[in-house]
């Protein structure tokens, strides 16, 4: 074990984007040259992390989550994961074929501690780089999740880049839009009213499955924007899609701009 930078700044604030990068690709370059199986990076807050493999490779968050569902569902033969709505189809396919089930909530920390406090949970994630392995406690703990991702490497005979080339090579955006806060309710009556009829979900947002991938349209409970997350197996599929919802949540909160101004 290596630590870098593991002294405590009682005064410190949580790191900007780009200064999150830079100490990540640091992370990424000292962990191939010690050759080490893996590097971590252990947010503020103790909570978040996020997870560079041996390969120097850093993962997404969005990989990240489907990477540690590959490793559960190597080390375990029954039981339950809970993810947002927005999380990777492969949490599906992967468990489906390992025998576990998939339980998709609400994205805020609240309601995935909640899911996660059921005995049957083996693995909570969050789309903000928390993850929690609730047999231990239904909470997010960086420190617990940097332990326990090694304790599955070795459970699952599996390093981190083994179990990120299982994954199925899927399609997947990530939009973020300009959404006053006055139109975020209306927006979702939009893209409801759109859906009927529709497959989909009205668990978190709205989201709309298709014959091409899926589509979730949701507003951020903190900042003035909409989230429009797609994901599909062709690439042209997801970026057919992505461009129509994009245009269609743009319309609607343009419309609901007018109508305010009225």
């Known amino acids: 074990v290596t630590e870098l930078n593991s002294h405590v700044h009682e005064k410190a604030m949580d ?23 893996a590097g971590f990076w252990v947010g503020p807050s103790g909570e978040k992390i996020r997870v560079v493999s041996g390969a120097g ?5 969005r990989e990240a989550i489907s990477v540690l569902t590959v490793m559960v569902c190597a080390a375990q033969n029954e039981g339950r994961l809970v993810v947002p709505v927005a999380a990777p189809q492969a949490v599906e396919e992967l468990a489906k074929a390992a025998g576990l089930t998939v339980q998709r909530t ?3 920390g609240y309601s995935l501690v909640d899911a996660a406090r059921n005995r049957q949970v083996r693995f909570v994630a969050s789309m903000d780089d928390r993850f929690g392995f609730p047999k231990f ?3 997010f703990d960086g420190l617990f999740a940097t332990a326990k991702i090694m304790e599955l490497t070795v459970r699952a005979e599996l390093s981190l880049d083994q179990a990120f080339a299982t ?26 009213e759109y859906a009927i009829g529709k497959r989909g979900s009205l668990i978190d947002g709205v989201r709309i499955d298709t014959e091409q991938g899926w589509v979730l349209v949701l507003p951020d409970q903190h900042r003035p924007i909409a989230h429009i997350y797609v994901e599909a197996t062709e690439e042209n599929g997801a970026n057919g899609l992505l461009e129509l919802y994009r245009g269609k949540v743009s319309g609607w909160l343009a419309e609901l701009a007018d109508v305010d101004r009225c």
């Not at 790191?15 to 199986?37: C, G, N, P, Q």
């Not at 490779?57 to 968050?61: A, T, Y």
Request: hydrophobic share 30%.
């Open 57 to 61: 490779h850093i993962f997404s968050n």
């Open 167 to 192: 994954l199925p090579r899927n399609h997947y955006h990530h939009l973020e839009l300009s959404c006053p806060w006055e139109s975020k309710g209306g927006l979702m009556r939009r893209m409801s």
């Open 106 to 108: 609400r994205s805020d």
């Open 15 to 37: 790191m900007s984007t780009d200064e999150l990068e830079a100490a990540l690709d640091r992370l990424s370059r000292i962990v191939k040259t010690l050759e080490a199986d």
């Open 137 to 139: 406690q239904p909470n």
